[in-house]
């Protein structure tokens, strides 16, 4: 269950090259520590932009699509 109203559609639907912590864990419906673990283990790609950290949407977007480049069926 989703607990935020921000889904992996949405971010698709965006221009914004970036995102936040915040917003992945809202698409993904995990806590934004879940996001900071997966950029501290390189599981989940980031720029350091002076004190922030931001996730370039196009790459996280990339994590959950197949090889052919279609989304992935969820779970």
Known sequence: MRQGTLGIDDLRARRSLV???KEAAE???VDPRTITVGIQDGTIPSVKL???IVIPR?????LFESADGAPRDHE
């Open 50 to 52: 002076g004190r922030r």
């Open 19 to 21: 995102i936040s912590r």
């Open 27 to 29: 698409a993904l419906g």
């Open 58 to 62: 196009e790459k996280f977007l990339s």
